[in-house]
């Protein structure tokens, strides 16, 4: 008979720091441990777990600077980690992490003023099983039709919320229209059996889009009815019904009707207005995506740069998804050549492009395979925004050696940027200067945005 694995002993933590997973600090021992959620300068008492990972058991003594959170589920919910944390000192923390991971000093780390509000895309799901944490785990489930978000680690079950504090006010008009139609059954991941599955919300220029994913098995005249409800919200830009009956727990499907308004969303990129399929990618701050793309605008500014900024020349826009970030900066170029792996926002960023009256060339392929084959007018100046896990290796090594005037690197992973900073400088670039902006206020992410430079 196997020994049974005995609970650890609580221990004390004091977090002193972020992390990329979450707030950190050491026990007495001089062990770090990384929590889920909790304000630096605090006293824990957690329980170990693995790979440094430890459970909040309970806040021994609170941070000097400590704030209450403003989302009554926070904790429980599986998105905000930082709500403890006064918004200034949240991005105190964000600048020092940064710098460690890259290794390099960082700029005070800057956003937007709205430390609630800000976001621009909510998706939440139905359940037939609420999660409270507040009760024995035997009785922690709730059988009915919710709506919410997950919990930390649990597809199977929702924590039902009413409105969320990151949403917009239109969105959460939406949530409010929504619950109030009482929409029934909940999908059963775990059967595979009910109705509706997800809504996600998205905010644009002209309103909310709001996107219903349920299974075939929902009626129409449902759907519909709820549909009619959101075209009366002034608010709401349209209404998408999608059908979903696969397994995987991911809110699209096949759009099977418009129930209202326009089917696309309206996206502001520096000047630029472009129009975004509702599944597109955009940064989910829409005022911080807008500071995000000055820092990166004033990153490729070299001396002797006219004071327009105008610097002639080709950018190179890598990892570009719908082309935001070419196109916010387009005045500034001759031309633009991106590189995307999806076709599908490929051929929005050449609509979005000639809608704008931008000249250039968009790719579809990995980044890796279709740069080495291309011929890039010169001068250069090179954009890179990859995914979490950074450049693919032969795309840094391709980097590397690449002939160009400054390479800005833009990352959601700062430690993906300073691996693949020891690649870049290995073929000659010299990081020049590191910038941090917060479009995830509330949250342990952060957009770093570092410059290389040719000696």
């Known amino acids: 008979m196997g020994r049974r694995n005995r609970p650890r ?27 889920r959620t909790g304000a630096v300068g605090a006293t824990l008492e957690v329980r170990a777990g693995r790979k440094g990972k430890a459970e909040r058991m309970a806040l021994l003594d609170p941070a000097p600077d400590q704030v209450e959170p403003v989302c009554p589920v926070f904790g429980t919910c599986g998105g905000c980690q930082l709500q403890e944390m006064p918004l200034a000192r949240q991005r105190e923390e964000k600048t020092a992490m940064v710098a460690r991971q890259v290794g390099h000093p960082c700029a005070p780390c800057e956003g937007s003023p709205a430390a609630t509000g800000y ?27 919710w709506l919410g978000f997950h919990p930390p680690g649990w597809y199977s079950r929702v924590v039902s919320v009413e409105d969320c504090p990151l949403g917009t006010p239109a969105m959460n008009q939406v949530i409010a229209t929504v619950l109030a139609q009482g929409c029934a059954p909940a999908w059963d991941n775990t059967s595979h059996q009910g109705a509706w599955r997800h809504i996600v919300l998205r905010q644009g220029e002209e309103g909310v889009l709001v996107t219903l994913v349920t299974s075939s098995a929902c009626p129409e005249a449902e759907v519909r009815a709820l ?8 608010v709401c830009s349209g209404v998408l019904w999608r059908v979903n009956d696969g397994l995987a727990e991911v809110a699209t499907g096949e759009l099977r009707a418009v129930l209202h308004g ?101 790719y579809a392929g990995p980044v890796e395979e279709v740069l080495p084959t291309l011929d890039l007018p010169a001068p250069r100046r090179v954009v890179v ?8 290796p032969k795309a840094a090594a391709y980097l590397a050696g690449l002939e160009a005037e400054v390479l800005v690197y833009v ?44 000696p």
């Open 9 to 35: 002993p609580p221990l004390a933590v004091v977090l002193d720091r972020l992390d990329p997973k979450g707030p950190s600090g050491l026990d007495e021992r001089g062990r770090r441990h990384v929590v």
């Open 119 to 145: 976001r621009n895309k909510l998706e939440l799901s139905w359940s037939p099983r609420r999660y409270l944490a507040d009760v024995p785990t035997d009785r922690a489930l709730v059988e009915g039709s």
């Open 227 to 234: 549909g009619e409800q959101l075209a009366r919200l002034d």
């Open 262 to 362: 326009k089917p696309d969303l309206r996206m502001r990129a520096g000047a630029r207005l472009l129009r975004l399929p509702p599944e597109a990618f955009f940064q989910v701050n829409t005022d911080g995506a807008a500071l995000l793309f000055d820092r990166i605008a004033q990153a490729l500014v070299l001396p002797g740069d006219p004071p327009s900024g105008r610097a002639g020349g080709t950018l190179v826009d890598l990892y570009c998804g719908v082309g935001a970030i070419g196109l916010a900066l387009a005045d500034r170029f001759d031309g633009i050549v991106g590189i995307e792996l999806l076709e599908s926002a490929v051929e929005t960023a050449r609509d979005n492009a000639a809608a704008n009256g931008v000249t250039g060339s968009w």
């Open 385 to 392: 925004d990859p995914p979490r896990v950074g450049l693919h």
């Open 411 to 454: 990352a959601c992973s700062p430690a993906s940027l300073g691996r693949d900073r020891v690649i870049l400088e290995e073929g000659g670039w010299v990081l020049d200067g590191l910038w941090a902006v917060d479009l995830f206020p509330q949250t342990r992410h952060v957009e770093a945005i570092a410059r290389f430079l040719r």
